[in-house]
């Protein structure tokens, strides 16, 4: 059966009622921003400003495309905006399998990063971290993620981790690296999306390393399960949650503990480093890449 996209620029301003009122009727919706539109005057997490126009494409079957059509053109009527909506025919593709056949290879010493499908060229000296990473973030292509095992690798020359978070796993692929690394270690993913805990679960299987591996579905440190203590926390998440946490990391990390915190711009880092300072914890070591701040903190009281 083919498949359609029901595709619609609206305004920002408007977007989450728009969406909203498209939810219950098609497959799927993805939205993203119109790069070519004025920027708008609101910004995002990361004091960036947003596009005033957004692209919203409604995915449905052949016997329900006329439906979506109609049924975006009411929404942006009741809404107020003149939203042009076309109907495009895609072509019937495993998206996910096609995703994971595209993923490129990415070294970061002494890991190669690969999808299951990769066709491997390892080297003697390399480590085969098996990540798909489709649905989840975290397949070893941004500069956080690099920063982040950069700094790993670097830190387990020095230090023995027994007991290891991972707080907004995503696909795991930090904490499984340090697995691959010190397979001793027991390890808590955590992580507020369903999706990312399913599919760390599957990555812990691939890469042998689901023992003493449990993966939380929990908002921070909500649930009790993830109230612990650790020698160690990846954080891989964005400058104001990582702020939020600080008063829960200095609960919950060991004295002489680290954190491994990324996700963060270059300009936010003085801001983040502060919530953290006050909280008991101290630079050890820091990277920047492509404007991407990853940085090491050590609990010292």
Not at 23 to 30: L, N, Q
Not at 41 to 57: L, R, Y
Not at 106 to 119: G, K, Y
Request: net charge neutral; aromatic share 8%; with cysteine.
């Amino acid at each position: 059966m083919p498949k359609y996209l029901v595709k619609s620029k609206v305004p920002y301003a408007v977007l989450d009622k728009f969406q909203q009122a498209l939810e219950d009727i098609c497959e799927s919706i993805i939205v993203f921003e119109d790069e070519t539109s004025p920027l708008s005057t609101a910004m995002d997490e990361n004091g960036f400003p947003i596009a005033s126009i957004f692209q919203v494409d409604m995915l449905c079957d052949d016997v329900d495309v006329e439906i979506c059509k109609t049924h975006a053109e009411s929404a942006a009527a009741i809404l107020g905006v003149n939203a042009v909506v076309v109907v495009e025919e895609v072509e019937n593709t495993n998206w996910l399998l096609a995703c994971h056949k595209g993923q490129p290879e990415v070294r970061i010493h002494p890991f190669l990063i690969h999808s299951s499908l990769a066709n491997l060229s390892l080297k003697p000296s390399e480590i085969s971290l098996k990540i798909d990473a489709a649905t989840a973030f975290g397949s070893g292509e941004h500069p956080t993620t690099q920063g982040c095992l950069k700094l790993f690798t670097a830190l387990a020359k020095k230090q023995q981790f027994t007991n290891v978070l991972d707080m907004g796993c995503g696909s795991g692929i930090l904490s499984i690296a340090a697995k691959k690394l010190q397979p001793t270690m027991c390890v808590t993913g955590v992580d507020i999306e369903e999706e990312a805990v399913r599919r760390t679960r599957l990555n812990t299987k691939m890469n042998a390393c689901e023992r003493n591996y449990e993966v939380i579905c929990s908002v921070g440190f909500q649930k009790p399960t993830t109230q612990k203590i650790y020698d160690l926390c990846f954080a891989n998440i964005l400058a104001k949650p990582l702020m939020r946490l600080a008063p829960y990391m200095q609960r919950y990390i060991k004295l002489n503990g680290y954190i491994i915190i990324s996700g963060l711009l270059d300009k936010q880092a003085t801001m983040v480093m502060q919530a953290y300072k006050q909280c008991g914890f101290v630079m050890n070591d820091k990277i920047s890449i492509q404007g991407w701040q990853s940085i090491v903190l050590q609990k010292i009281f």
